[in-house]
């Protein structure tokens, strides 16, 4: 944290008292205590320490304990410069929010010792599949460009209702804004920002007129892009809360019926080794082996 520029404050403990407020009465007062603010060269920064506008301050926050969720998170590449990961349903990509510890970014440095492992891109906690990690972090910005630039190429597959009147295969165009501190994000007039190529792989008899796998190729990232587009087509992806309606978020530790969207491929040259990948999650979508078992929360 750097110290602002105000006059009303004489000393770094009154200041970070009163700024982290929200923290809990005597939490901030006992990391100072304890040594756990400290200052550039890594000494602990007593609260007395007077108040000079411009330095920094470092410490770790306090965390809330988190429900762990109980899926495995498996490794399919490791070398040098990456790791990708095939992650499961309900496990954050990087820490957000009220998810720190049970993120992909924070098990995987604990598990393969890789404290400078950074993401490379993101996925959206409900999605399961494959997430490019990056073990060098001065090659992090190298390996975002491939996203950035779009010659990464991305295969989602999706369970979701089976619409005989929809055409497929088809390219869906639209333009998608996602503002800051909604959940949803939205479709709207304006030239086109989100391209996804929707193919039906197959289908299975069920309620109504049954469930299809559709094969997802987005051809830009925008935010729940697939979800969205999925939904607008008449067709929401299975386990969505979101779309086409705000459900609300399930009780912590609720792991039942995961949405059922999964990135099932990642292909790309490595800008780093120039060694040309093509990587496959192994994971299944429950609502197309089993719909019964998803359905039952099972």
Not at 3 to 18: I, K, R
Not at 43 to 53: G, H, K, L, N
Not at 94 to 110: D, E, I, K
Not at 204 to 213: E, F, I
């Given at each position: 944290m750097r110290?602002?520029?105000?006059?009303?404050?004489?000393?770094?403990?009154?200041?970070?008292?009163?700024r982290l407020s929200g923290a809990g009465e005597g939490v901030v007062a006992s990391l100072l205590d304890a040594g756990l603010v400290v200052g550039a060269d890594g000494?602990?920064?007593?609260?007395?320490?007077?108040?000079?506008?411009g330095t920094y301050v470092w410490f770790h926050r306090p965390l809330p304990a988190e429900v762990p969720v109980p899926f495995p998170l498996e490794v399919r590449h490791r070398d040098a410069h990456i790791v990708v990961a095939d992650k499961p349903h309900f496990l954050a990509t990087?820490?957000?929010?009220?998810?720190?510890?049970?993120?992909?970014?924070?098990?995987?440095?604990?598990e393969l010792g890789l404290p400078a492992l950074t993401a490379a891109h993101r996925l959206d906690r409900l999605t399961a599949?494959?997430?490019?990690?990056?073990?060098?972090?001065?090659?992090?910005?190298?390996?975002?460009?491939?996203?950035?630039?779009?010659?990464?190429?991305?295969?989602?597959?999706?369970?979701?209702?089976?619409?005989?009147a929809l055409a497929l295969p088809r390219t869906v165009r639209s333009r998608i804004v996602k503002e800051r501190g909604v959940l949803t994000a939205r479709e709207t007039e304006g030239?086109?920002?989100?391209?996804?190529?929707?193919?039906?792989?197959?289908?299975?008899?069920?309620?109504?007129?049954?469930?299809?796998?559709?094969?997802?190729?987005?051809?830009?990232g925008q935010t729940h892009q697939l979800r969205v587009h999925m939904s607008a087509l008449g067709v929401p992806i299975l386990g969505d809360p979101l779309y086409p309606e705000v459900t609300g978020p399930g009780p912590a530790g609720d792991f039942r019926r995961p949405l059922q969207l999964l990135a099932r491929e990642l292909a790309?040259?490595?800008?780093?080794?120039?060694?040309?990948h093509r990587f496959r999650s192994t994971r299944r979508l429950t609502a197309w082996d089993s719909y019964d078992d998803w359905a039952a929360g099972q």
């Open positions: 110290l602002p520029a105000a006059t009303e404050w004489t000393t770094v403990g009154a200041y970070l008292v009163a000494t602990p920064v007593p609260a007395e320490a007077p108040y000079r506008p990087t820490p957000r929010g009220s998810h720190v510890t049970q993120t992909a970014l924070a098990r995987l440095r604990r599949g494959l997430v490019l990690f990056t073990v060098r972090p001065e090659e992090r910005g190298t390996y975002q460009t491939l996203f950035r630039d779009r010659r990464v190429h991305k295969e989602y597959e999706a369970v979701a209702a089976y619409d005989p030239e086109p920002n989100a391209v996804t190529r929707v193919e039906l792989v197959g289908r299975r008899p069920g309620p109504g007129t049954g469930r299809a796998r559709y094969r997802l190729v987005p051809e830009t790309f040259t490595d800008p780093v080794t120039g060694l040309d």
